[in-house]
């Protein structure tokens, strides 16, 4: 899991610099040379701060994967999991103590999610990189700017209006 506040922080300050959308067109890239898989542009704030950090930290974590050599794919590809589960755990928290709801169909997009990414973790283990990597280069970044503008910006919007402080993980 990505926990190195600095490398959020320096990602941020170097997106802060540049113009919005320039990562998209390839004025930034990665250390290979490769434009991020998800650009700042595409990863909103919802001003819930306990989801915008593990936003963050996917995204980080998303475009390691996107600039990763074959050997570190895989151990990167894992940590991606396991953040995913942890991030997903901390969502799903938030609505079952604040009976959100829009729950119900929020669940069932997280485990389609996971189900697909445990797939392709199968398929790491079984030498078969070209789809994980596939899967996180063309389907992951869309899918997480549809997800956080759609069922994450409603739970966002359900928890501000509740109040209160959502500045820190819950599980």
Do not use: Y
Request: net charge negative; with cysteine.
């Amino acid at each position: 899991m990505v926990t190195n506040a600095s490398e959020i922080a320096e990602h941020t300050a170097n997106a802060a610099r540049e113009p919005v959308g320039a990562q998209r067109h390839g004025a930034h890239r990665g250390q290979s040379g490769r434009a991020p898989l998800i650009a700042d542009d595409d990863c909103i704030q919802l001003d819930i701060p306990v989801i915008d950090i593990i936003h963050a930290e996917f995204v980080v974590l998303v475009n390691r994967l996107g600039n990763a050599d074959p050997e570190e794919f895989a151990t990167l590809f894992q940590e991606l999991l396991a953040h995913t589960r942890a991030h997903f755990s901390t969502e799903e928290e938030l609505m079952r103590l604040t009976h959100f709801p829009g729950r119900r169909e929020h669940l069932t997009e997280h485990g389609r999610v996971l189900g697909d990414m445990e797939r392709f973790a199968d398929r790491l283990a079984a030498g078969k990189t070209i789809f994980a990597r596939a899967f996180v280069e063309d389907r992951v970044p869309d899918w997480f700017a549809n997800h956080t503008r759609t069922l994450d910006s409603d739970l966002a919007q359900h928890l501000k209006a509740l109040g209160g402080d959502w500045g820190r993980r819950t599980g």
